[in-house]
């Protein structure tokens, strides 16, 4: 989603509702391959925020899932876990998995750490298999990938939802800082949401 097709959202869900669809998938913008020319005019975190709000609310939708057993078949799906499925399922779901349960092979039999870092080969199918590309963690990004918690910098780091999300997808970090362990750009959870103005309030310990 970004600024210049946000508007579509809900035709987009009434659509889904008029044809009586079982699932609409729902995805934040990732700053990689074609997505990465509209970064400059990504959704700003209120336009996320409301949209997210928005499929929470709606008939089907998450919120209105967890409070009433009978709802309307239809639901929506975004790509990050939310609040709806449960603090220990979102611990146990451990957020964004690039380079752990996802990974990309494009038509050439090359081996990404998932389908945005194109832009980052770890070796060819053609020439070793696939097993030892995934396992090797000599390459640093997927040693960082595979590493609990991985080893996120700034607000991210001291976030207490970092078990939930792991970091989110690292390669919006990579594309505008150059350092994939940056905080994620794209995150429109405010400081007391993560925890960081509730950590910032507390007294610090005596020496």
């Given amino acids: 989603m970004t600024a210049m097709n946000g508007h579509d959202l809900q035709p987009l869900l009434d659509l889904m509702r008029t044809e009586d669809c079982d699932k609409f998938y729902f995805s934040h913008l990732n700053y990689a391959g074609r997505g990465n020319i509209h970064r400059g005019k990504d959704a700003q975190f209120q336009a996320t925020r409301d949209a997210l709000d928005l499929l ?8 209105r899932q967890a409070a009433r057993k009978n709802t309307s078949p ?3 799906t975004p790509t ?6 449960g603090c220990a399922r979102l611990v146990a779901w451990g957020g964004n998995s690039s380079g752990v349960n996802v990974a990309n092979i494009d038509n ?9 870092w194109w832009h980052h080969p770890l070796g060819s199918v053609r020439e070793r298999a696939f097993g030892d590309i995934w396992a090797d963690t000599s390459d640093p990004l997927m040693a960082g990938l595979k590493q609990q918690p991985r080893p996120v910098t700034g607000r ?6 970092l078990s939930m999300c792991g970091g989110n997808t690292r390669v919006r ?4 800082t150059g350092n ?10 405010r400081d007391d949401e993560i925890g960081l103005a509730a950590a910032a309030a507390m007294p610090a310990a005596s020496p």
């Fill in 156 to 161: 991210c780091a001291s976030a207490t939802t």
């Fill in 56 to 63: 929470f609310e709606r008939p089907g939708g998450c919120r």
């Fill in 74 to 76: 239809a639901t929506t």
């Fill in 80 to 85: 990050a876990p939310t609040c709806c499925s």
């Fill in 173 to 176: 970090a990579q594309q505008v």
């Fill in 108 to 116: 050439l039999g090359i081996v990404h750490p998932d389908t945005m």
């Fill in 180 to 189: 994939p362990w940056a905080e994620d750009p794209g995150c429109y959870l």
